[in-house]
């Protein structure tokens, strides 16, 4: 009945399959759990192995990086059900009967279900702040205004899809790329793919420093930039991609760029500190995206 798939990299993912372990076996379903390691070789592997000790759970070693869309399509391929739970390694459900949640919702209407994403209430550590501030304020959102435009906030650390609409729709996407979740949204858009949005979160534990996500931002806007021009996304609700296009069209992208790297030293320092401001990081996707585009 369902494939819980979790690829991994230089992190303990056990704690995170037993919780789902644990719930599945509670449910009395047909279930596999499939861990991938993409060549990482951390230490950490070896507590992972504990996984194999589990029944109907798979943790295997790549001996090569593949990449997080190469991966996916790995285990989608490998999976031996037609329903396909995707879980980032970094995560932990938010409520004991997360996996019922799905399981109850499961339909042949839908083509992909979205559980959402959920922050620890309590301010972490200064050095965390950033990913933590932007996933409180635009990534936690409830379900209601999830749905109105399905598209948009697409998180792949949270969902369930039928396997033939995930391997069609994942096969578009090549390379090692930061920020395909964009890509995936905007495909799951264009083939017209039935998208439905539940409260059924997962708290998101691996925040990262400020300045290691501050290089991930950037390198998920070179990705939509690159994607932009090279017209593979034809349709998006993505609300950075919508407010560049329409700059650019009326031709004041390069001042905003221009402004951009002026005051693209104030921006890091706020955006590195202990209170960094979520304006700003919206601010400097947009002036990056337009410096990038007129340089």
């Known amino acids: 009945m369902l494939s819980i798939l979790i690829p991994v990299y230089n992190y303990n993912v056990v704690p995170l399959v037993e919780e789902i372990h644990f719930q599945a076996t509670a449910l009395h379903i047909p279930f596999e759990i499939l861990v991938y390691d993409d060549g990482s070789f951390s230490v950490l592997n070896k507590k992972n192995q504990q996984i194999n000790r589990l029944t109907g759970c798979q943790f295997i070693e790549a001996k090569r990086n593949r990449g997080s869309a190469a991966l996916r399509q790995h285990l989608a391929v490998q999976a031996q059900y037609d329903w396909l739970l995707f879980l980032d390694a970094d995560v932990m459900p938010k409520h004991a009967n997360y996996l019922q949640t799905y399981v109850n919702i499961i339909s042949e209407e839908q083509d992909a279900i979205y559980g959402g994403f959920a922050y620890q209430a309590k301010t972490p550590e200064h050095d965390y702040s950033l990913r933590w501030r932007y996933g409180k304020a635009k ?20 969902f ?70 090279n017209n593979k996304i034809t349709e998006s609700d993505n609300d950075l991609l919508n407010t560049f296009k329409i700059f650019k069209k009326i031709k004041i992208h390069y001042l905003l760029g221009y402004l951009f790297k002026q005051k693209k030293p104030r921006l890091i320092t706020n955006l590195l500190s202990p209170n960094p401001s979520v304006r700003g990081l919206q601010f400097y996707k947009l002036g990056y995206m337009c410096y990038k585009d007129a340089n």
């Open 139 to 158: 990534e936690e959102v409830d379900a209601a205004i999830r749905n109105q435009k399905p598209y948009k906030i697409v998180i792949s650390g949270n």
């Open 160 to 229: 369930l899809t039928k396997k033939h609409v995930f391997i069609t729709v994942n096969s578009k996407m090549k390379g090692h790329k930061y920020g395909y979740d964009n890509y995936f949204g905007a495909l799951l858009k264009e083939y017209s793919h039935n998208v439905k949005h539940i409260n059924n979160e997962v708290y998101h534990l691996g925040l990262g420093k400020n300045p290691d996500y501050l290089r991930k931002v950037e390198h998920s806007v070179d990705t939509l930039l690159e994607l932009h021009k």
